[in-house]
């Protein structure tokens, strides 16, 4: 079963109440994106104090576009945030993986489109999952970059059982691509918040989930 995560980037609690929101009946987990306008060029919300005002049922993976997350993490130990995406280009990756490991949470590690995976190779087996990022990070909306794919296929054949997620431009047509190339979780921004109807948007990506790997299995 392939997982459909929406994915939530802003610059003001407003708007993220009211994603929450507008998601929130329609899945049980959202993708909150905080860049610090260091490690790349936008810069978010917080995302912990915000958090903490808003009630809900839906649980948080933190993505943290920011240079030094071992900085952030002690704000961070929130009951609905149980997953954090950390880039392997940020600092400190051991001690960031160690920590959050001390405060039971899950952990997955990302990496931009021109990073090389043998960067994150030596931590594959300390982490819950890898994401590839399919457009440069920062901002929602980039261009969907074609060539990460041939690095997930050749990732997911050298490590057959480690869950691969993919974070960026994701829409029907490049969640065929990528699940055909071994995906397991697919982080949808644009395409699901700015459909019109959420609903209607997850329901899409997973028809083209389910029919991709009924293919795969028949071939």
């Given at each position: ?150 690095k997930m296929r050749s990732f997911r054949k050298k490590y057959p059982k480690v869950i691969i997620a993919v974070d960026g431009g994701i829409n029907p047509t490049t969640a ?44």
């Open positions: 079963m392939i997982e459909i995560i929406p994915a939530i980037l802003t610059n003001s609690y407003e708007e993220l109440e009211e994603t929450v929101r507008l998601i929130e009946p329609h899945t049980s987990r959202a993708h909150l994106d905080v860049a610090d306008g260091v490690f790349v060029p936008n810069e978010t919300i917080r995302g912990y104090s915000e958090l903490e005002l808003i009630t809900t049922d839906l649980k948080f993976d933190a993505h943290l576009m920011v240079r030094k997350p071992l900085d952030w993490l002690f704000h961070w130990n929130l009951e609905n945030v149980d997953r954090f995406i950390v880039h392997i280009e940020s600092e400190n990756i051991a001690a960031v993986i160690k920590e959050l490991r001390s405060m039971g949470k899950n952990v997955g590690l990302t990496l931009n489109p021109n990073t090389s995976v043998s960067n994150i190779e030596p931590f594959v087996g300390l982490v819950d999952f890898i994401q590839f990022m399919t457009v440069n990070p920062g901002f929602q909306g980039g261009d969907f970059l074609d060539y990460v794919v041939g065929k691509s990528v699940i055909e190339a071994g995906a397991d979780i697919l982080v949808s921004g644009g395409f699901v918040l700015k459909s019109g109807n959420v609903s209607q948007a997850i329901e899409e990506l997973k028809k083209i989930s389910e029919n991709t790997i009924a293919d795969k299995s028949a071939s």
